[in-house]
């Protein structure tokens, strides 16, 4: 059986083969981008045109009581159950860069933690960004950077060292964005407690995609966002998830009226609710938490151990087809190659990246565009949703990144790296 064979037998006993029906797909694209921004599903757009023309059209502020109260609730316990968490323990809402302030913040504020705050060189910007803000705002020691000797396969002896050295609050991404680099949770959580310290996992590029389970693994904070392999929507709310043995000592920074034991007193003085309630501050994205829930259904139903072990096929055949079409005409694979250590995209790089993409998306004679992703300085990532991602697209993707390189074709875009890729 050749490649494409084999791709085609994957497909037809894919567990999941009838899940791709319920996204909206151009027919003339492949979409290897769903690590950046999921699919739309079919049922997202019923859906908003319901909330719109009905509950706010017709229902007006009748909506809130008759559907809206409830809906972060409802979100955050369905995530609950994706992710194996209590009831209950979930804040749904505001984007992942305000959920890890709010989370990172609190804890810092117990003073129960070494006064550190720690990142790695694999976590993405912003979730540096945040601890510097917050390390600003205690006048703690400069945030601690993990450095290692690649960007591919972090140092887990010289990431434990440096949490020994230097305890406290450690934020780092379960899934790393450049590499998809798959860290062992429960090892890092008990080592960090273990040594005055705590880990807030940034789930992002894991959630949807990867089996987690936060109670096993003993996670006592993390934040993640739901417009990857959750099929949210653009900027679709993110969650905040604390432990309820912990968040009794928690205080979010931001005292919003909706973090408020009874937000509908309106009483002059602040009480957080309770839990991991007091993490909401104002009013819900209705629209935005609306379009989120059919992304997370289908994601139940499809069922994460069934996700994870398409997630695990793809990745390993795409890798066979790297090594049999690509790494000879100058790719090199940014990602772990052993599929336990790895999320569920696979980055390669090549010294035409940007141009290589370029031509990926700008299609074939056929008018077949692909789209995948470009992060400087020159990394091309492939994501694997496994909702929708076929065997034989993969196929296709790699006799297209030959054909580009082999005939050149790259040499037909401009060098000039510009907007969002
Ligand atoms: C790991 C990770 N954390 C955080 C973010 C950004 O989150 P937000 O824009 O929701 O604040 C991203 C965006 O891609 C991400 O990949």
């Known amino acids: 059986m050749n490649k494409l064979e084999m791709a085609r037998a994957m497909d037809e006993k894919d567990v999941l083969r009838e899940f791709r029906k319920q996204f909206v797909s151009p027919s003339d694209q492949i ?147 450049k590499s998809a680099y798959l860290y062992t949770m429960e090892l890092l959580n008990r080592w960090a407690e273990q040594h005055k310290s705590i880990i807030v996992w940034d789930l992002s590029h894991a959630v949807g995609a990867v089996a987690i389970d936060l109670q096993k693994s003993q996670t006592k904070a ?70 989120m829930e059919p992304g997370v259904d289908i994601t139940l139903d499809a069922g994460i151990d069934n996700i994870r072990a398409k997630g695990l096929a793809l990745g390993e055949y795409f890798l066979d087809l790297v090594y049999e079409k690509l790494t000879g005409v100058g790719f090199r694979i940014e990602s772990p190659t052993e599929a336990a250590s790895r999320g569920s995209h696979i ?5 035409e990246s940007w141009r290589i993409c370029k031509a990926l998306l700008a299609g074939d004679e056929h008018g077949l565009k692909i789209i995948p992703d470009f992060r400087p300085p020159n990394f091309i990532r492939f994501g694997f949703a496994p909702l929708y991602t076929g065997f034989e697209d993969l196929y296709v993707t790699a006799e297209r990144l030959h054909t580009i390189v082999e005939e050149k074709q790259f040499t037909a875009y401009d060098a000039t790296q510009t907007g969002v890729t």
């Open 31 to 177: 979409y290897l981008d769903g690590n950046s921004l999921g699919k739309l599903p079919i049922k997202t757009k019923t859906i908003v045109q319901e909330v719109v023309d009905t509950q706010w059209g017709q229902t007006l502020i009748g909506g809130w009581n008759a559907h809206w109260l409830e809906l972060p609730q409802r979100l955050g316990d369905k995530l609950a159950r994706l992710l194996c968490a209590p009831p209950k323990s979930i804040h749904v809402g505001d984007a992942t860069s305000v959920n890890l302030y709010k989370l990172v913040y609190a804890l810092r504020a117990t003073n129960q933690y070494g006064p550190h705050l720690i990142t790695d060189a694999l976590n993405f910007p912003t979730d540096n960004y945040i601890l510097q803000g917050i390390a600003q705002q205690f006048n703690a020691p400069p945030v601690v950077e993990v450095v290692y000797e690649n960007e591919v396969v972090p140092s887990i002896e010289q990431l434990k060292a440096a949490i020994a050295a230097t305890p406290g609050i450690v934020c780092l991404s379960l899934v790393s964005y």
């Open 347 to 351: 980055t390669l790089s090549h010294e």
């Open 222 to 291: 993390a934040v993640g966002c739901t417009y990857k392999y959750l099929n949210g929507g653009p900027g679709s709310p993110s969650f905040l998830y604390a432990d309820p043995a912990i968040v009794s000592s928690l205080q979010s920074p931001i005292k919003g009226w909706f973090g408020h034991r009874n937000p509908f007193d309106f009483s002059p003085n602040y009480l957080p609710a309770e839990g991991v309630d007091q993490f909401k501050a104002g009013t819900p994205a209705i629209l935005s938490l609306a379009a």
